[in-house]
């Protein structure tokens, strides 16, 4: 087999074997092809796409490349979420508990952020004492115990997708829904769960920025997903403006905290109960999503949840007061408004603008070797749709500097007030399963 006959193959618009398709990834992951011929077929698969059979093939010769968690030894379904990202998503942090906290078992692997703001992990360890170095055997016995637990992720997960990803960074082949659809469920399926529950972003703080390739995408996890016997549903998402309110690490565990007892933003708490619902369907805890949400939403109101988290961060090290008072997490040592220039409605909160200004503070890293300052960050005090008075404080900033004016430039330029009444924009576009 030559891999020049492959690239000839995809380039002409045929379908690849399995075979070629396996000894594609198997030689780029132990260097036997070179980089010359891996960014070749890239670039074909980015032109002429593949089927469903060719992705869900590539999908598993990566999840194959390197090493997979087995999670067997957890009594019940493992369901696991993954986001495509976004400006203040907290989700993971809400999720974990509420869903535990139905009886589901949530094995979740996270990785340190490199952005905006840090990533679940880095969140979490804004929680004094908590940490996700553990070994697998104690990561599952903890999730048999207490129904949930974190940990960083292995270094040999998938190795074929880094290669393949730095190849695509430097090759203008990252926007393939192919590419991208292998890349995210192969480290999804490598983690051992049971089923997946997707949550594809769209809109301007997204990755997928219009709705029909944010569609795609899905569809694409999806039929992955179940192909390779992963039970999978999605749901897209807006992120036109940040999700909740806060932007930042220890900003964000506050947050999750009001939202586990009931008391987070609308949009931020309605988002967990979807997500939510569906990982408690596809564990088989419940026969339908309205059965579901009921049981989660009465689980917030009664104290349930905001119990599991705390039984939770104890289990790993951390505190669990801080459950009870926010306080004890990082805090910054200045905190600045930005008073509205105008009066009239919000119709434009710029997420990635929002997501840099709070890099700008620190919380988050521009290199993966920058340190993170997890108490810095942004509040926002309006929400697209929102009347505003001029004066008004449309965020407050968290800072550890005394002057913050280059961010409150940015910020400025971020939002946009209108003179007509402005509408909210949907939360939810699509609900997408098998």
Not at 81 to 86: E, L, Q, V
């Amino acid at each position: 087999m030559r891999m020049y006959d492959i690239i000839e193959k995809k380039r002409d618009g045929e379908k690849l074997s399995s075979e070629e398709i396996r000894f594609f990834v198997d030689g780029c992951t132990n260097g036997d092809i070179p980089d010359y011929q891996a960014s070749a077929l890239l670039m074909a698969v980015y032109f002429q796409d593949m089927i469903e059979e060719e992705r869900a093939e590539l999908t598993t010769a990566m999840v194959e490349s390197g090493d997979q968690i087995d999670l067997s030894a957890i009594s019940g379904i493992k369901v696991d979420k993954h986001s495509t990202g976004g400006v203040g998503d907290t989700t993971t942090l809400i999720l974990a508990p509420l869903v535990a906290s139905a009886g589901v078992p949530v094995a979740k692997m996270s990785g340190r952020g490199l952005g905006h703001t840090g990533g679940t992990i880095d969140k979490l360890e804004a929680v004094p004492g908590f940490h996700v170095e553990i070994s697998i055997d104690e990561f599952i016995n903890l999730v048999n115990r207490i129904k949930a637990a974190v940990v960083g992720q292995t270094g040999n997960l998938t190795p074929a997708d880094k290669k393949l990803y730095s190849l695509r960074d430097v090759t203008a082949t990252v926007n393939s829904i192919p590419l991208i659809a292998s890349s995210i469920m192969s480290k999804k399926i490598a983690s051992g769960a049971d089923a997946i529950v997707l949550d594809v972003k769209t809109g301007a703080g997204a990755f997928m920025k219009e709705l029909d390739d944010a569609r795609e995408l899905a569809q694409a996890m999806v039929s992955i997903g179940n192909r390779v016997g992963r039970n999978t549903m999605a749901l897209i998402s807006d992120m036109s403006q940040p999700l909740g309110y806060a932007v930042g690490n220890a900003l964000e565990v506050r947050e999750a905290i009001d939202t586990l007892q009931g008391k987070g933003p609308n949009d931020l708490t309605e988002l967990c109960l979807e997500l939510g619902s569906q990982m408690v369907v596809l564990a088989n805890k419940a026969d339908t999503l309205d059965e579901a949400k009921k049981q989660l939403t009465d689980n917030l109101n009664s104290g349930k949840a905001i119990e599991q988290f705390k039984v939770f961060l104890e289990a790993q090290g951390g505190d669990s007061d801080v459950a009870d008072n926010p306080d004890l997490l990082p805090q910054a040592s200045y905190t600045f408004e930005l008073p509205a220039e105008k009066s009239g409605a919000v119709s434009e909160i710029e997420a990635d603008a929002i997501g840099t200004a709070a890099m700008m503070l620190g919380a988050g890293r521009a290199t993966k070797n920058s340190d993170i300052d997890l108490s810095v960050g942004i509040v926002l005090n309006k929400k697209i749709g929102d009347a505003v008075s001029q004066g008004e404080s449309l965020l407050t900033i968290h800072a550890n500097t005394k002057t913050v004016d280059d961010v409150k430039e940015k910020l400025y330029a971020s939002i946009v007030i209108s003179d007509e009444t402005v509408e909210k924009p949907p939360l939810i576009y699509e609900n997408i399963s098998r």
